[in-house]
């Protein structure tokens, strides 16, 4: 990151402490600054206002214990630490002619390519906001099983309780997917036909047929119900002896 002369006569004016912008932290996540540098994948600049707002922060606010930076030991790296996340804080601290700095390692990140992922990442999560993207990449994570990652360096407090969503959210989908093969299956069918006019003038001849002898057999159960035993029994005896 280039700065001009004016930001850095105008940071280092500020008189930070480096006693009192860290008093809110435990001293065991103070590393030494000279052993820590920017990564060269960090596609996010800042410009000059915004870097001197963050220094006019830490003199009022301090470094809260929530804002600690990220670094991984990198092996191929100009110092034994490359940052993850928290160039523009460095920045300020060195400016500032601090010895130490805050950050917590990402054990789990080895190599180039994880580490410009998790980058990549915290950027994209600032710039878009996107909390459901960002609960979705926890839950993977815990899934994963990715528990020490969670709990040092994203602040995650209960692990266990994103597996129990990862959970309910499949259950949730299976429901919801057989709830829909059941209405698939249970939904009326329509069948279309398609007719030329003579087959579709037999159509409506047997139609018509089928509606005569439907009427003609509900006429017959009429009158069937309408006799008496004895009635039953006479008709009976001329059918008998109609044979």
Not at 74 to 95: F, Q, S
Not at 112 to 132: H, M, N, P
Request: hydrophobic letters at 40%; glycine letters at 4%.
């Amino acid at each position: 990151m280039a700065l001009s002369p004016t930001i850095e006569r105008k940071v280092a004016a500020l008189g930070l402490k480096q006693e009192h912008v860290f008093g809110l932290l435990d001293p065991g996540v103070l590393l030494p600054l000279s052993s820590i540098s920017p990564n060269v994948y960090n596609p996010k600049t800042c410009e000059d206002a915004r870097l001197l707002s963050i220094a006019q922060s830490l003199r009022r606010k301090q470094w809260q214990p929530s804002q600690v930076a990220l670094v991984w030991r990198d092996p191929d790296g100009a110092t034994e630490y490359t940052l993850i996340d928290g160039e523009h804080r460095w920045m300020v601290c060195k400016l500032s002619g601090f010895t130490h700095y805050p950050v917590v390692v990402a054990t789990q990140v080895t190599t180039r390519e994880q580490a410009t992922e998790v980058t990549l990442a915290f950027e994209e999560a600032r710039a878009r906001k996107d909390k459901r993207k960002s609960a979705d990449l926890l839950i993977q994570a815990a899934v994963r099983g990715d528990d020490d990652f969670l709990t040092q360096v994203l602040r995650v407090r209960d692990p266990e309780r994103l597996r129990a969503a990862a959970l309910q959210r499949e259950q949730s989908v299976n429901a919801a997917r057989e709830k829909a093969a059941e209405q698939r299956a249970s939904a009326p069918r329509t069948v279309t036909l398609v007719m030329t006019g003579a087959q579709y003038d037999e159509y409506q001849a047997a139609l018509g047929k089928a509606r005569t002898v439907l009427a003609r057999a509900q006429n017959t159960i009429g009158m069937v119900t309408d006799l008496s035993d004895g009635d039953v029994v006479a008709v009976a005896a001329v059918l008998r002896n109609a044979r």
